[in-house]
Structures are given as structure tokens and as C-alpha cells.
């Protein structure tokens, strides 16, 4: 599994970095995965994602 963050959608709610802080960190007003940690715990990954209000956050096996 890797995660992943489009800037372009992202408009910085900062819930994601809140729920899995040791995968998405909240940086320049964004969420970013934390470099190395984009194979995270994946069911709480995919509960961010899913939760995600702009559906900025993508998981892919
Ligand atoms: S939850 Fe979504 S909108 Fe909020 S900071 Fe994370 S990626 Fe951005």
C-alpha cells in the first residue's frame, strides 16, 4: 500500500495529520505524507482517506 496527498484538492482541514499522525504530517497549510511512512498502518490510512473532506488522499495497493 502507498499513500498519497494531491495539493491540488487539499485545502488544508488538517484532519488527516489529526487521526494518523505518525503517517500525514500538516505542513505550509497542506497535509503531506511523512517521507518513508507512505506504507503506515493502513486500516487507519484508509480511514483517513475515506474521511478526508476533499478527497485529496489516495491509497493504491
Ligand atoms: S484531511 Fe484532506 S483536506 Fe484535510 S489536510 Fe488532510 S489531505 Fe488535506
Redesign the pocket.
Known sequence: MTVS?DRNL????????HRVPAV?A?EDG??GVRPGREGGDEALVRE?AE????Q??SVTE
Open positions: 496527498i487539499c485545502y488544508g482541514s488538517g484532519e488527516c495529520a500525514f500538516f497542506y497535509g483517513a474521511r478526508c473532506p476533499s485529496a488522499i
